[in-house]
């Protein structure tokens, strides 16, 4: 399989905006589209996207992870942009209909079809930095994927950066590209000067979050994390594994907490990443000012394995999915 996010299928869903209403969607093959130079989306960054998966059981059919959660959470972060809010029911038509489309290029897990569909804002309008874009495209792509950890789940090194906010107080929660791009130069430099994966972003030594994944703690018996605030994007992966968790008998301790605390933590507890791309990848080491301090030994622990395991054998179909998170097409 290719790299991640570099195929697509040959078919996409589209919806446009115009005159107050969204229009009827379609789906249609996949081309370049046709924007004006100025759309508001190029210049004010009016745009969010959304990411989930659909996974082929061996009866043929798709099974798309927590569509509706992930309808309400983009409609959320349209609301948050002030672009138009995409209806419910058409976001979750265009994405059953392009899967029910394309479900014979979906590969077996643990490959799977990753969905991202995009809003942009595209009133032509160089003069609207402080209103919002009136009119907008609705798109959804749809991309095979293959095994995150086909070379195995190597345990992550992070720096931990005590001074910078990934995002912004409004719109950390919000899943749009300037937090990407906020996010971005930071993390090229921590690579390039620590030899790290990612950064975690700790503002003013609050533990928060990476470039694109939550960040969790996990012992034998309890599973702590940031709880929900505006400050960092809810992730579909951190709400499961944290309602796995509490399933198998995990005390769930959602507290905010320092560097300083962290730095205690990872004597004993795993470390890990959670986002829908690698589900849950451990984390091996921290880099604090310079110094490198191991997460227990180092190594991939058995809550993190086991965590991961739980939210997989529903995703796979192993396992029966009794908090309904998956939708059949
Ligand atoms: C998408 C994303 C996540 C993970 O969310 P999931 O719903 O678990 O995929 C975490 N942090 C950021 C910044 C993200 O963009």
């Not at 869903?13 to 081309?31: G, K, S, V």
């Not at 702590?224 to 809810?234: E, G």
């Not at 301790?253 to 507890?269: D, G, S």
Request: aromatic share 8%; with cysteine; glycine share 8%.
């Amino acid at each position: 399989m290719t790299t991640f996010g570099t195929q697509f299928c040959a078919s996409f869903a589209t919806a446009r905006f115009e005159d107050d209403a969204w229009q009827a969607h379609r789906i249609e093959p996949l081309a370049p589209l046709s924007l004006h130079p100025a759309a508001h989306v190029f210049h004010y960054a009016s745009t969010c996207f959304e990411g989930f998966k659909a996974y082929r059981w061996a009866d043929g059919k798709a099974r798309i992870f927590r569509l509706h959660d992930h309808v309400r959470r983009m409609q959320g972060s349209a609301e948050s942009l002030r672009l138009p809010i995409p209806d419910a029911d058409l976001l979750a038509a265009m994405v059953t209909e392009l899967v029910a489309a394309e479900v014979e290029q979906i590969p077996a897990p643990p490959s799977s079809l990753y969905l991202r569909p995009t809003l942009i804002g595209t009133l032509e309008n160089i003069g609207a930095a402080a209103s919002p874009s009136t009119t907008a495209l609705l798109y959804v792509l749809a991309s095979p994927v293959g095994d995150y950890f086909s070379g195995g789940a190597r345990p992550l090194k992070l720096l931990v950066d005590d001074q910078r906010a990934r995002s912004t107080e409004q719109l950390g929660s919000t899943k749009t590209g300037g937090n990407y791009a906020a996010a971005l130069g930071p993390t090229l430099d921590a690579k390039a000067r620590y030899g790290v994966d990612q950064v975690l972003f700790c503002p003013g030594g609050d533990v928060q979050e990476t470039g694109a994944s939550n960040f969790l703690l996990i012992s034998d018996n309890e599973i702590v994390t940031k709880p929900l605030d505006t400050s960092f994007l809810h992730g579909m992966t951190r709400a499961s594994i944290l309602t796995l968790a509490a399933d198998l008998g995990y005390k769930v301790n959602e507290r905010n907490f320092t560097v300083e605390e962290l730095l205690e933590y990872a004597k004993t507890h795993e470390a890990a990443l959670s986002g829908t791309a690698a589900c849950l990848s451990p984390v091996g080491t921290l880099v604090y000012r310079g110094e490198e301090v191991p997460v227990r030994d180092g190594e991939a622990g058995k809550n993190t394995d086991r965590l991961r395991d739980a939210l997989q054998d529903i995703q796979y179909g192993k396992a029966a999915d009794t908090h309904r998170w998956l939708t059949t097409v």
